[in-house]
């Protein structure tokens, strides 16, 4: 065994022939760390040790090919779908095109690439869970979390738990879902201009409930992009200007919210969750929960809105 880091080990079923051999560990808390680039990944498995380290060499396997073929399509997936545009060749960029193909907004396959990515590694557990010795029975639940995407799988009876934070400034838990076997939902994604991805809105975060991560993490892109208000002091610069090659070009991008009155932090929250309520409508989502300067709207899949008192 060959450590990696503090706190954590690589251990033998890691593929030795991989060049990313090192970026494979596993933590104390026996969470299998996936690290290349900008992609950082948490995955887990609650299921016994020799299917556990299974079906985490697979999705070691399928993680070493991922930042290749994102990179491979990266001028497609810059650029909004059009029917004029050559299909996508790799499933994570099917996966992102798809969650956006009928956005009807401004929006490219890149608003989807964190949860994609989630999705897709979670299937490789679940393709070795299945192949060629089933297993499935043994696993109680399992999830894959993309720098907090997360796309999650859930055996008969199980839930699965999260904790809802409104400002990631601020490590605090403010809220905690739920989610049981029933549930339609199986990914969760958090945007917002506070977040690691650039933001056209003020949200502090906006936290949606879909079927997948890759949809949830467009919907809270969109989301989020709309709780907005004018307001002096707002700061908001091209995306260009403040990340390299950003898919937004020169889009305004948010870098700075002044404190706000209460008015316009609930017109904000109230703009943020008509576009909430259009996705539940549509059926991509089951919930949105929103949050700006301590202000929270929830917005359900009976459309009811509830402010957080």
């Known amino acids: 065994m060959r450590k990696s880091g503090s706190g954590s080990s690589s251990t033998s079923f890691f593929s030795e022939d991989s060049d990313l051999w090192n970026n494979y560990s596993l933590m104390a808390d026996n969470r299998l760390h996936l690290q290349h680039g900008p992609i950082d990944i948490i995955a887990h498995v609650d299921a016994p040790k020799e299917v556990r380290e299974r079906l985490y060499s697979g999705a070691q396997k399928r993680f070493c090919t991922v930042l290749d073929e994102l990179v491979a399509e990266m001028v497609l997936l810059k650029q909004p779908c059009s029917l004029s545009q050559p299909e996508p060749r790799g499933n994570i960029a099917k996966k992102m095109c798809f969650a956006v193909s009928d956005s009807g907004i401004f929006v490219t396959p890149m608003a989807a690439v964190a949860g994609a990515v989630a999705d897709e590694i979670l299937e490789a557990m679940l393709f070795e869970a299945k192949n060629p010795d ?176």
Do not use: H
């Open 134 to 309: 089933p297993c499935l029975e043994e696993i109680q639940r399992m999830y894959v979390n993309n720098g907090g995407d997360i796309a999650f799988w859930l055996n008969a009876g199980e839930s699965f738990s999260i904790g809802v934070v409104d400002n990631p400034g601020i490590p605090e838990l403010n809220a905690r879902v739920s989610l049981a076997y029933e549930s339609p939902v199986r990914g969760i994604a958090t945007s917002g201009w506070r977040g690691r991805s650039l933001s056209l809105g003020i949200a502090d975060a906006v936290t949606v409930l879909a079927g997948s991560a890759a949809t949830a993490d467009v919907a809270a892109t969109l989301i989020a992009n709309e709780v907005n208000v004018d307001y002096p002091g707002i700061i908001k610069r091209p995306a260009s200007e403040v990340k390299d090659d950003s898919d937004l070009g020169m889009l305004p991008v948010t870098v700075d919210v002044p404190a706000l009155p209460a008015a316009q932090i609930s017109e904000a929250l109230k703009r943020g969750a008509q576009t909430a309520g259009n996705f539940i409508r549509s059926g991509k989502i089951a919930a949105a929960y929103l949050s700006l300067q301590k202000q929270t709207l929830v917005v359900e899949n009976n459309l009811k809105e509830e402010p957080d008192e």
